[in-house]
């Protein structure tokens, strides 16, 4: 059975930091893409950041470029997002998702790791 | 790149056809994908391709495609049907560039 599971998600004041990690199971997790998508309360879906099966390739949402980084350790099948100076527009529900044919669509998603910027 | 225009909801009895629209000028070249995502859960892909639909996803769930506007038609809609409905596509302008619709929260009265 396919499982995501992110966590790492918080409190965290403006201009801060914080590391997300997705532990990834029950599928060939380094033959994969695999992507973060966030949600903003109250709004919709957005597609934050994407990164290859192997780890060389990787692309950002404009809103997060230079910020956001993402990564993947495929010893350990799990998948990160970086995030650097927060701001309070970062407040979201972050999910980790699996891209089946790096089309860009998601077949499985984690169920979410909140991420709250406040002073 | 392109936008994605969904209506922000639809209402329907149980039992009754929903019908959810998703409208892009550039639609007739992509491919659009829907999520169910329901509070405090994780999205669930629903069709893929403008009209396929995964493992495990009730036949009543089905997608079409006409030019610019792409809709997601619920037959014998159920209660747990209750959600927000996403599409989704791709801009096409870079390496890997996901957009998403708006959403469309979807009652059940």
């Known amino acids: 059975e396919v499982q995501l599971l992110e966590s790492g998600g918080g409190l965290i004041h403006p201009g801060g930091s914080l590391r997300l990690s997705c532990a990834a199971s029950?599928?060939?997790?380094?033959?994969?893409?695999m992507s973060w998508v966030r949600q903003t309360p109250g709004k919709g879906l957005e597609w934050v950041s994407y990164i290859s099966g192997s780890g060389v390739t990787t692309n950002y949402a404009g809103s997060v470029k230079g910020r956001f980084t993402i990564s993947r350790d495929n010893s350990k099948n799990t998948l990160y997002l970086q995030i650097n100076s927060l701001r309070a527009e970062d407040t979201a529900v972050y999910y980790c998702?699996?891209?089946?044919?790096?089309?860009?669509?998601?077949?499985?998603w984690g169920q979410g790791t909140l991420v709250t910027v406040s002073a | 790149s392109f936008e994605l225009t969904q209506p922000p909801s639809v209402s329907v009895s149980p039992g009754q056809t929903a019908t959810i629209t998703c409208s892009g000028d550039a639609l007739p070249k992509k491919y659009v994908y829907w999520y169910q995502h329901k509070p405090g859960q994780a999205p669930v892909l629903v069709i893929y391709k403008g009209s396929e639909r995964p493992s495990g996803i009730p036949e009543r769930f089905s997608g079409s495609n006409s030019g610019t506007t792409v809709t997601l038609t619920i037959s014998g809609v159920q209660a747990e049907d209750e959600a927000d409905y996403y599409c989704q596509s791709t801009d096409g302008s870079g390496i890997y560039d996901v957009i998403f619709g708006g959403g469309t929260k979807l009652s059940v009265l």
């Open positions: 029950g599928f060939s997790f380094s033959a994969y893409t």
């Open positions: 998702a699996r891209d089946p044919l790096t089309t860009g669509y998601f077949d499985f």
